[in-house]
Structures are given as structure tokens and as C-alpha cells.
């Protein structure tokens, strides 16, 4: 089970820390990613972090504004935002797969149930 937590409304040019908690045992046998979606839109690639956080991938449209981090210690992963912009403004999706290069939903086998991140102008 994944639960995701740390969402809202803030500013453009603000910061949000998103957090993803698993339960379970295999927390570090999986690779986490980060999805978004939007109203009328497909759920799209964020980022992903290999089993032992060594590894990171990111899309385009965040690279240098969000962080990807994980502590298996406490079966959780992390979506650093900073520097939002009102095109962020979507419904944010922790998942749990098992490659890392998949950056489509089809790729990964488990979802949390989303938390929304709403940036104004």
C-alpha cells in the first residue's frame, strides 16, 4: 500500500515537499516513481529512483526544479518541488514498479491514491 501526503495550494515560485509511505516488507526491492495528472490530461512521468536511490530520472519539464530522494529505512520516497509554476498544478501519483526506465503508468504495479497540488498564479 502506498499513501501519499504533503500536498496543497502555494504560490508560483514556492516549494512542496511531497511523501510517499509504503508498507510492507520490499519497500527496497522496488523502483519509486513520481506521475502527475491533470484535468483532462494523461498521467504523465515525473521522476523515478532506482532501488537504492543510486540512480534518478526526471522529465524535462521539472529537471532542476524537483528532487526524487528515498529512505528505505522508512519505506518512504520524497518529491522535492521548488521553483513551482502554475502548469505543476496536478494530481500527484507515487508508484512502485520493477524498471526503473519505464516512464509510463504501465510500467509500474502499485499506486498510491494521490494527493492534489494546486499552484497559483
Known amino acids: 500500500q502506498l499513501v501519499e501526503s504533503g500536498g496543497g495550494l502555494v504560490q508560483a515560485g514556492g516549494s512542496l515537499r511531497l511523501s510517499c509511505a509504503a508498507s510492507?516488507?520490499?519497500?527496497?526491492?522496488?523502483?519509486m516513481g513520481w506521475f502527475r495528472q491533470a484535468p483532462g490530461k494523461e498521467r504523465d512521468f515525473v521522476a523515478a529512483?532506482?532501488?537504492?536511490?543510486?540512480?534518478?530520472r526526471y522529465a524535462d519539464s521539472v529537471k532542476g526544479r524537483f528532487t526524487i530522494s528515498r529512505d528505505n529505512a522508512k519505506n518512504t520516497v520524497y518529491l522535492q518541488m521548488n521553483s513551482l509554476k502554475p502548469e505543476d498544478t496536478a494530481i500527484y501519483y507515487c508508484?512502485?514498479?520493477?524498471?526503473?526506465?519505464?516512464?509510463?503508468?504501465?510500467?509500474?504495479?502499485?499506486w498510491g491514491q494521490g494527493t492534489q497540488v494546486t499552484v497559483s498564479s
Open positions: 510492507g516488507r520490499t519497500f527496497d526491492r522496488y523502483v
Open positions: 529512483i532506482s532501488q537504492r536511490g543510486s540512480a534518478l
Open positions: 508508484a512502485a514498479g520493477s524498471k526503473f526506465t519505464a516512464e509510463v503508468p504501465r510500467g509500474y504495479d502499485y
